[in-house]
């Protein structure tokens, strides 16, 4: 069986940035005013942290039952509007993000998808608020069969955990050799691979949905966090490998430059947000 079959990627109409979150009702409105002009924006604007979306949903004949899935798990924010026919009021069918709280998410699982029926022969458009880590939009949403879809994403699961399963045991075999040889390589390999592990399974979504942990605004930066430490240790440990101890000083002195330099950056685009 192929886990794929009824995927569609929706097309997008238009995209444009804001510097402040709109009223779904008048981003629509937006959108509708440039699209009579035929001029739909198709604009992305790198350090805007705030973009809306909009996609056209085929024409269905007959009543459907969709998944809409947005493969994407480094999302800050993300709201998802469905506007049916004529209508000006869109309506929200799915909330999430890394710095929404767990209890205004619109379903309870990692993944970022939702169930919904579209009705027979009826027009429908998505409108889509949307922010992510590096302001990059680059959002897109597929429609899948639901029977297609809970196959694949159960597939997918079974391959995280035995991700999941190797890193640990590496990283419990290595932290066993730290402890009998005393040797300083092991120790930086074990934290090299645990930063690794925690930080993938920060990005995938698993850590946040399996332990429930709402840091809300905090998320973009403990990613940058693990990333920062993750390069400490691989760092460290090709240093004392490769008998090259004399260039630790300059390396801690560029590893702290570009730290600063990148919570810096951060700082400022929350100050001009």
Same mark, same amino acid.
């Given at each position: &069986? ?231 240790? &691989? ?25 600063? &330099? ?12």
């Amino acid at each position: &069986m192929n886990p794929l079959i009824g995927k569609e990627k929706l097309h997008r109409l238009g995209i444009f940035p804001q510097k402040t979150e709109l009223a779904a009702a008048r981003a629509l409105e937006i959108f509708d005013s440039l699209g009579l002009k035929e001029q739909f924006p198709n604009k992305i604007d790198e350090t805007s942290p705030h973009h809306y979306l909009l996609f056209e949903v085929p024409f269905f004949e007959k009543a459907v039952s969709k998944i809409l899935e947005v493969p994407d798990f480094q999302i800050n924010y993300l709201k998802i509007y469905v506007v049916e026919g004529d209508s000006k009021l869109p309506r929200p069918i799915l909330y999430y993000g890394d710095e929404l709280p767990i209890k205004n998410w619109t379903h309870s699982n990692r993944t970022c998808h939702t169930l919904f029926e579209f009705k027979p022969q009826t027009s429908y458009r998505l409108l889509v608020y949307y922010s992510r880590p590096g302001n990059s939009p680059q959002i897109q949403i597929n429609t899948h069969d639901p029977s297609d879809y809970v196959f694949y994403h159960n597939k997918l699961e079974r391959k995280f955990g035995v991700i999941y399963g190797l890193i640990a045991t590496y990283t419990i075999l290595i932290v066993f050799l730290w402890l009998f040889s005393g040797d300083k390589r092991y120790y930086y390999l074990a934290l090299w691979i645990f930063v690794y592990f925690v930080y993938y399974s920060i990005t995938s979504g698993h850590f946040k949905f399996y332990f429930k942990v709402d840091l809300e605004g905090k998320f973009s930066t403990i990613r940058v966090t693990f990333a920062f430490l993750g390069i400490y240790a &691989m760092n460290a440990f090709s240093i004392i490998h490769y008998n090259r101890e004399k260039a630790t000083q300059v390396y801690y002195l560029v590893l702290g430059c570009i730290f600063i &330099m990148e919570y810096c950056f951060k700082c400022i685009q929350l100050l001009d947000g």
